[in-house]
């Protein structure tokens, strides 16, 4: 079967890849549910295609069945298919499979994927925009070229996501599990190489959420759109790219509990936008851009370049055997209080060869961001659309640096650092931009 997609609340798409998992009561004597799965995804990250291939969904209803054990059900693809997690934006959803099973909880999922190493290409569904002589699990870079991504070596198991999902008879239970695509690919240091490391979460599937567009100039610069709490991303997306003009720069953030968020614009050498307490109700799409399709329209988002630019880098280590999914994260907080989230990414401490072949894991791995000096402009939102930006001069340049080590089923440790730059930097050709450098060491976190 060729890609099975569906469009949520129209033609436009959701964000961060996700699987749709849905449990439908059958209402027979034998009180059993349909488990349905499916995938959508998240902003480009710098790639033009993030290609996975999708062997199998395997799900259990204890929370601690080990992969090997028992309880287990399988959804088997018909061959093992690959998707461009980057087709999957805005709403756009990758149906997968379904499975009949008892009436009762799900506690367990795990996702699947083929090895690049083992897989039999002569089974593979392969995307028809990629080239089948590459591995089934590969990227291509916005700047050219492309590179295989290695997967780790549990992958053959399944990577594990923990949910409780009940498969009620005569009732439907809705499911959605985010692959984030930008986290999800990691580079091995300098080695060139790239790992896929699946970064999987389980949310509600829910209709609210937020729609609108940005300025067609943008939509090449890789702006990223999201919708955050307290720092926290619930929802992020890139903006279509279409010579339709009528959907050229249009977003939507869907999939997004009720509640009030901050809505961010971020872009490498932009000025951060942000669109402060924006109320999403309950079942409704929030439009901002009432008339996307008039040239001009002042309720599109329009980011300012930057005119001063800091990098902030540094390294983490952690002599642990085994290593906890490690990320580094830049926060900015607003005078008025708030905490965005502008840029992130998750850090490998594989080493390898001069042939790419992984050789064992390292005590340290860097990290390197080029942020915007200059302030955000903020504004609160307005039912009309028509937002008032002012630059937040009290903050500018001023950005935390969060790393954070995530072990398997524990809690997550933070360090923390600031990242000050000075508005008033004058570079030369040799250094351009002023450098803050943090280093974190997490040797005594706890091991996964």
Known sequence: MRKGKTYIQSALAVTCAALFVAACGGGD???????????????SCGYDNVFVTVDRIRV????????????????????????????LQNGVIEELGEITLPVGRIQQVRFVLVDNATADPTNIDFDPDADPTRAPNHVVFSAGGFEDL????????????????????GQ?????????ACKSVVEAGNSGNYLLKPVLTAIPRLSSGVRGSVADALVPEGVSISLQQDGEVVRATAPIESTDLAANGRFVLSQVPPG??????????????VVT????PEGQLVNLDFDSVTAGDQNEIALLPATVEGDAVGTVTNTDDVKPATFVEITQTLTEGATVLINSAQLSFETFDSGGVMTGMGDTAGYSFTLPVDAPQVAPYTATGVFNFSADSGVEGEY??????EPVDLTPVVQMAAANFNPEFVGTTDSPREVITNNFDFSSAPAP
């Open 60 to 87: 259990n209803s204890s929370a601690t069945a080990s992969p090997d054990g028992g309880g287990w059900s399988e959804i088997v693809l018909d061959q093992p298919r690959q998707i461009d997690l980057l087709d």
């Open 150 to 169: 290695k997967t780790p070596s549990g992958q053959q198991s399944g990577v594990k996501i923990n949910v409780g999902i009940d498969v009620a008879e």
């Open 29 to 43: 004597s034998a009180a059993t549910g349909t488990l349905r799965t499916a995938m959508t995804d998240a902003p």
């Open 172 to 180: 439907v239970a809705d499911l959605l599990i985010d692959f984030d």
């Open 277 to 280: 307490d924006v109320v999403v």
């Open 400 to 405: 935390t640096v969060m790393a954070i080590a």
């Open 260 to 273: 009030t968020y901050d809505l961010v614009f971020t872009a490498s050498g932009f000025i951060t936008k």
